[in-house]
């Protein structure tokens, strides 16, 4: 799987936490939570549903500083070996 296709994934489970959000609109530089208005209790769904996607878990100790969707894309990518 590669990088398009990991932040694809990441932009579906998020949709389904807040269907609300335009994908389009992300800036992956940014701090995603920020962009999105993301409670603690939606991004701790955000990342179950990142577990359900690409089956990648996210431990709190790393979640903190994957703020951004191209943090997020590396990890994954990283753990997938992509």
């Known amino acids: 799987m590669n990088r398009d296709a990991i932040q694809a ?3 579906q489970a998020l949709a389904e936490i807040a269907p609300e959000v335009d ?3 992300i800036e992956p530089a940014r701090a995603l939570r920020q962009q999105v208005d993301l409670d ?3 991004w701790l769904n955000f990342l179950v549903a990142v577990h359900e996607q ?3 878990d996210i431990p709190d100790a790393e979640a ?3 703020s951004t969707l191209d943090k997020l ?3 994954c990518a990283e753990r997938l070996g992509a």
Do not use: H, K, M, P
């Open 9 to 11: 994934r990441l932009l």
């Open 23 to 25: 994908g389009q609109t």
């Open 40 to 42: 603690s209790a939606d």
């Open 54 to 56: 690409l089956g990648i």
């Open 64 to 66: 903190a500083r994957l």
């Open 73 to 75: 894309v590396a990890y």
